[in-house]
């Protein structure tokens, strides 16, 4: 079935029309391209993967932006181990970024990966969805509590990249993004990696301990990746680092560790996008702006 897909894309070269047709989100066409160019095995010629390739340049961004600021967060964990860890769960901190979204108008909210847990604990032992036999009920319910607690808002477009432990469930054929756009309204960007552009200049978005095991993240050229999966807010000069907005595996003794989250407000040049980064932490029980925003300059193409 993902040839014939892949077939009915190489011969229609109409992105839009294979994915709506065969009932895909964009993530999961996008998916399966990737499969096919990067797959040694695939039955794909040389010079279709080279179409596949051009067909992904132009169509891969998962979303474009221009003056529309933009907050991240990361890490969430929801569901840590088992339902009665609350005081891990820090669903108070969502809801909080989302009431910040909707006061100071922010329109995009975006999720860098590790939405749940990906773990259950049997006896009090931790241990991986998959580790055996009769998990997939204790797995469906840690779902379903997720699905339950994650609020939205029609005021706040929510973007979620899926990470490391969210991909766990598909050892179960759940889909936490796929269920997530379908019963809550939230734009999947698929797993690990997705791209998205402001003002045309494309960035990266990573969830992935080791980056250059993601071999399509330079398939569209780009100047900025913004990573989740560190836990720790960071400000290098071509990386940014999303700190975790959970309540557990903080870097507490570490700058940047806090739990927190990141706006980007995007500024416009004659020849290069400008963004400015505002990280928010959290002290004393309240979330607190660093008093300096870290400055980014994208040359336009």
């Keep these: 079935m993902d040839e014939e897909i892949i077939r009915e894309l190489l011969d229609t070269n109409d992105f839009y029309k294979t994915m709506i047709k065969n009932k895909l989100y964009k993530y999961e066409l996008l998916d399966l391209m990737r499969n096919n160019i990067f797959v040694s095995d695939s039955s794909i010629k040389m010079q279709e993967k080279e179409i596949l390739k051009g067909i992904y340049r132009v169509e891969g961004c998962m979303f474009d932006i221009n003056y529309d600021p933009i907050m991240f967060i990361s890490d969430t964990h929801y569901d840590y181990s088992s339902l009665d860890r609350q005081d891990m769960n820090r669903w108070d901190f969502l809801y909080y970024v989302l009431d910040f979204c909707k006061y100071n108008k922010i329109r995009y909210l975006v999720h860098g990966g590790d939405i749940g847990d990906g773990t259950i604990e049997v006896n009090g032992v931790k241990q991986f969805?998959?580790?055996?036999?009769?998990?997939?009920?204790?797995?469906?319910?840690?779902?379903?509590?997720?699905?339950?607690?994650?609020?939205?808002?029609?005021?706040?477009?929510?973007?979620?990249?899926?990470?490391?432990?969210?991909?766990?469930?598909?050892?179960?054929?759940?889909?936490?993004?796929?269920?997530?756009?379908?019963?809550?309204?939230?734009?999947?960007?698929?797993?690990?990696?997705?791209?998205?552009?402001?003002?045309?200049?494309?960035?990266?978005?990573?969830?992935?301990?080791?980056?250059?095991?993601?071999?399509?993240?330079?398939?569209?050229?780009?100047?900025?990746?913004?990573?989740?999966?560190s836990h720790t807010a960071k400000f290098n000069d071509y990386d940014i680092y999303i700190p975790t907005l959970g309540g557990f595996l903080n870097h507490k003794g570490e700058e940047g560790g806090e739990p927190g989250f990141i706006v980007m407000y995007p500024y416009n040049?004659?020849?290069?996008?400008?963004?400015?980064?505002?990280?928010?932490?959290?002290?004393?029980?309240?979330?607190?702006?660093?008093?300096?925003?870290?400055?980014?300059?994208?040359n336009k193409k």
Excluded at 171 to 180: F, V
Excluded at 273 to 281: A, C, G, N
Aim: hydrophobic residues 30%; charged residues 25%; aromatic residues 12%.
């Design 129 to 229: 969805i998959d580790f055996g036999r009769g998990s997939y009920e204790n797995t469906r319910e840690q779902i379903n509590n997720i699905l339950k607690n994650y609020l939205v808002s029609p005021e706040v477009h929510h973007l979620v990249l899926g990470g490391n432990h969210d991909k766990m469930y598909l050892s179960y054929n759940i889909d936490i993004l796929r269920e997530l756009a379908d019963k809550k309204n939230v734009l999947p960007l698929g797993y690990c990696q997705a791209f998205f552009s402001v003002f045309g200049c494309p960035i990266s978005l990573e969830h992935e301990s080791r980056p250059f095991r993601i071999e399509c993240r330079n398939l569209i050229p780009h100047s900025l990746t913004i990573h989740g999966h």
């Design 269 to 298: 040049g004659r020849n290069s996008v400008h963004l400015e980064f505002d990280h928010y932490y959290l002290k004393d029980g309240c979330f607190e702006k660093k008093p300096e925003s870290y400055v980014y300059k994208l």
